[in-house]
């Protein structure tokens, strides 16, 4: 707790995660299989059908109908369909960097149990209704699920901590997540915690594995998919409310940082997650 009463993990956001992409997909070995690709999500995978792979710092986990699974983020992976698998998924953010950091320690897949994954399996086969036209008791339900994974997989890996020096960026994060849509200055966020803009990019990339710049960038580009997967907004609505004022220069942003247009968004509802 900071001296304003805030605890780590109190950062007045709306849900607890921001879920980007999501829904069944039919991943085939020919467009699926991937190898040292970069992940910057946690990753909720609930196989149906078929087999796969997930592997990272040369730990494979076999993807089992039956079974789910925690794949954490800001990791490199490789995965593979051997040769076909169904699943429910979700790609989703914690609205908490400091729970996030804590989700990278993980360093690992989490594997939850077949009573688990049972209890879970109203909600899970769900996921394809979700993201095509949320309601609020569903909507209520995911995030109700992602809590229960997440706290059970931290609850069994004591050793993944949020790295020590992110308690002192607490205030600076707080600011970030408040003017996330801005895009403040790096002066302005380093003088919340009184250093320069040199030592906070330091402290920041020590504590997050990734950039200021990067962070807040993926903070507006994960509540912007949000925004579209609910589909109640178009592309320039969508762009508008995530600080963009040009369209099109959201969207040449969106396809650098995903790989595909905003539009194509909806179109992913079915694909296999990337």
């Known amino acids: ?29 020919a467009t699926w299989n991937a190898e040292g690709i970069w992940n910057d999500v946690v990753k909720f995978y609930a196989p ?65 149990p077949r009573e688990q994954t049972a209890r879970w399996l109203p909600t899970s086969a769900r996921l394809a209704a979700y993201v095509g036209a949320p309601t609020p008791g569903l909507s209520c339900r995911v995030q109700g699920l992602l809590l229960d994974a997440v706290g059970l997989a931290l609850e069994t890996e004591p050793a993944a901590v949020a790295p020590s020096g992110a308690a002192r960026l ?12 801005r895009a403040p200055p790096l002066a302005a966020i380093a003088r919340r915690i009184s250093c320069s803009p040199e030592h906070f990019h330091r402290l920041f990339v020590a504590s997050f594995h990734v950039t200021p710049f990067l962070y807040l960038l993926s903070r507006r580009l994960a509540r912007a998919c949000q925004l579209l997967t ?32 905003p539009r194509d968004l909806r179109r992913q509802r079915g694909a296999p997650p990337p």
């Open 1 to 29: 707790m900071d001296e304003d009463g805030k605890t780590l993990y109190d950062l007045d956001m709306e849900v607890p995660f921001f879920i980007s992409q999501g829904g069944r997909a039919h991943c085939r070995a």
């Open 170 to 181: 607490l205030p600076a994060i707080q600011y970030m997540d408040d003017h996330v849509m």
């Open 230 to 261: 609910e589909g109640a907004m178009s592309v320039k609505e969508v762009a508008a409310a995530c600080g963009y004022n040009d369209p099109y220069y959201f969207s040449r942003v969106f396809r650098r940082h995903y790989g595909y247009p």
């Open 48 to 112: 149906v059908a078929g087999r796969g792979w997930v592997e990272l710092e040369h730990r494979r986990t076999w993807l089992r109908p039956g079974r789910a699974y925690l794949i954490p983020p800001h990791v490199r992976l490789s995965q593979a369909a051997t040769p076909d698998l169904t699943v429910d998924w979700l790609h989703f953010a914690p609205s908490s960097p400091l729970l996030d950091a804590q989700l990278a320690a993980l360093q690992r897949v989490y594997e939850f």
